[in-house]
C-alpha cells in the first residue's frame, strides 16, 4: 500500500497582488499531483485548503479540474477534506462539484450516505459519517472545526466519532497544540494532543503550512501524526532563505521551510521537495541612512534572480528613514517582487538630567517659539477664547513688523521712505507658519 499525503495547496491564490503568484501555486500542485503520478501511489490524500477561498474564481475552478484530471486518468482516488479556506456556512461547497465530476472523495459528516467503490457510511444519528476505502484501507476524516467545536462541554467529539484500527488513515485539518510551535497557530491551537483519537495507523494533517512530524513513538499514539506544509510559501515565516547583515553577512538556506509533501509507503512516511521560487527574508541593520543603502547594494550578490525578497531595515538614524528612498536599488536585480519593511527608530535627543525645564527650554526653543507659547498658555476651559486672542495676537505680529532700518549715522527715515521700506514680502516657505496663515 502507498499514497501520497498533500495538503494546503491554496490555488487562486495571487500574493502580494501580484498574478505570477497565481501561477507558482498551480505549479505547484500540479508538480506534487505529477510525481504522486510518477510513483505510483495507490491513492492521494488531500488534507484540505486545495483553494485560498471558499468561492474560488472559475479560473482556478478550472485549474483544479485539469490538474486532478491527471490522477482521475490513471485510476488514482483522491480523498480530500475541507480546510477552513474550503468550508462555508452551507452543507454544500465547490468539494461538492469535483465529486460529482469524479475528481475526489470527500470524507466526514454528511446528510446523505455515499455508497461506491471508494465510500462507504456510517449512521450517526440523523447524519452519516462517510469514509474511503481502497482495498482493506480505511480513510477516515472530518472538515475544519474550531475547537468550540470539537470539544463541547468537557466532551471530545472526536473521540466520539472515530475508532481506529491499524489499517486505518485518520486526516485532519486542524492545529495540534504540541506541533504548533514557531508557526501562528501556536497560540490559537484546534487540539491538544491528548485530544487525538488513538488506533489509527497514520494521521494525515494539514492546516500548519511548516513541514512537522510527530513519531508514534514520541507521541504514545499507534501512528506517526504528520503535516507536509503548503505547497508554496505563503509567508515570510516559511522562507527559505534567511540572510542577517550587521557587522557581516550571514546567510542560511531554511532547510526546515522546504516544501512538498509525503509519499507513504506502508505507513512509512518519506518527504518529497518540490521545486518552489526562492524566497529571502533579508535583515538589514545600520546607524546611518547611508550605512542601510551601502547594505543593501551589498547583498545583491547572495540573492537569486527571479526570486522574492522582503527586506527589514532595522537601527536608529537621525530623522529616520523612508522605504520609498530604497526601493531604486533593488529594480535592477531582476527579481520576481520585493518590498521592505521599516523597523528603523528616529535617533532620541539626549537630555541632560541636571537641567531644570526652563534652561532645557532655552537651548531647544527660539526667543519667538517661547512667546508663542507663553501666549498659548491658559486653563483648558478658556481655550476657545483665548484661542481668538491668540490668532489676533499673531495676525498683528506679522502685519506691524518694526522697522529699525536708519538712513544714516543718527538719522532716522522719512515717511515716504518709510513706506518704500515696507516691501512687499516675500512668498512663505511651504511648510511654515507663514505659509499657513497666508493660506487662510
Known amino acids: 500500500m502507498k499514497f501520497a499525503h ?11 497582488q501580484q498574478p505570477f503568484r497565481y501561477r507558482d501555486y498551480l505549479e505547484a500542485f500540479k508538480q506534487a499531483i505529477e510525481r504522486a503520478i510518477e510513483e505510483k501511489v495507490d491513492f492521494i490524500l488531500l488534507a484540505g485548503d486545495l483553494f485560498h477561498v471558499s468561492k474560488p474564481s472559475p479560473r482556478a475552478i478550472r ?15 483522491v480523498f480530500a477534506i475541507e480546510g477552513n479556506h474550503d468550508k462555508t456556512i452551507r452543507e454544500t461547497s465547490i468539494y461538492d462539484l469535483l465529486e460529482h465530476l469524479g475528481l475526489i472523495y470527500t470524507v466526514g459528516i454528511k446528510k446523505t450516505p455515499r455508497e461506491g467503490e471508494f ?12 469514509y474511503g476505502v481502497f482495498g482493506d484501507i480505511e480513510i477516515y476524516g472530518l472538515r475544519h472545526n474550531n475547537r468550540w467545536q470539537l470539544i463541547k462541554n468537557g466532551q471530545n467529539i472526536l473521540k466520539t466519532l472515530f475508532k481506529g484500527r491499524p489499517n486505518s488513515i485518520l486526516m485532519l485539518h486542524q492545529a495540534i497544540d504540541y506541533l504548533a510551535e514557531g508557526t501562528p497557530y501556536k497560540d490559537a491551537f484546534d487540539l491538544k494532543l ?39 510559501r505563503t ?34 512516511p518519506q ?35 527571479d526570486s522574492i525578497v522582503i527586506i527589514t531595515l532595522e537601527g536608529v538614524v537621525r530623522g529616520g528613514v523612508h522605504v520609498n528612498e530604497f526601493y531604486d536599488l533593488l529594480k535592477d536585480w531582476g527579481l520576481a517582487y520585493y518590498n521592505f519593511n521599516n523597523r528603523v527608530s528616529s535617533e532620541a535627543i539626549g537630555v541632560d538630567p541636571t537641567k531644570t525645564v526652563d534652561e532645557l527650554l532655552d537651548e531647544i526653543l527660539s526667543n519667538f517659539e517661547k512667546e508663542v507659547f507663553s501666549q498659548l498658555v491658559s486653563e483648558p476651559k478658556y481655550f476657545s477664547e483665548e484661542l481668538d486672542n491668540f490668532v489676533d495676537w499673531l495676525m498683528d505680529k506679522y502685519k506691524h513688523p518694526k522697522i529699525l532700518e536708519k538712513k544714516g549715522p543718527g538719522e532716522e527715515k522719512g515717511e515716504d521712505e518709510k513706506e518704500k521700506s515696507r516691501s512687499k514680502p516675500k512668498p512663505p516657505k511651504v511648510g511654515t507658519i507663514d505659509a499657513w496663515l497666508g493660506m487662510r
Open 119 to 130: 465510500q462507504r457510511s456510517i449512521k450517526k444519528g440523523n447524519l452519516y459519517l462517510v
Open 235 to 268: 509567508e515570510i515565516r516559511e522562507a527559505s532563505h534567511r540572510i542577517v547583515y550587521d557587522r557581516k553577512v550571514t546567510i542560511k538556506k531554511l532547510e526546515e521551510n522546504i516544501k512538498g509533501f509525503y509519499i507513504v509507503e506502508d505507513f512509512e
Open 63 to 77: 485549474d483544479a479540474v485539469e490538474v486532478l484530471s491527471a490522477a482521475k486518468k490513471k485510476d488514482i482516488p
Open 6 to 16: 498533500i495538503a494546503d495547496p491554496h490555488l487562486g491564490r495571487e500574493q502580494f
Open 194 to 232: 491528548s485530544e487525538i483519537p488513538d488506533g489509527f495507523g497514520y494521521y494525515a494533517l494539514g492546516h500548519i503550512h511548516m513541514k512537522k512530524e510527530l513519531k508514534k513513538e514520541e507521541s504514545g499514539l499507534s501512528g506517526d501524526i504528520i503535516y507536509p506544509g503548503s505547497l508554496e
Open 271 to 305: 518527504f518529497v521537495e518540490i521545486n518552489t521560487r526562492p524566497f529571502y527574508n533579508v535583515l538589514i541593520k545600520g546607524n546611518s541612512k547611508s550605512e542601510l543603502k551601502n547594505k543593501v547594494s551589498e547583498i545583491r550578490d547572495h540573492v537569486e534572480r
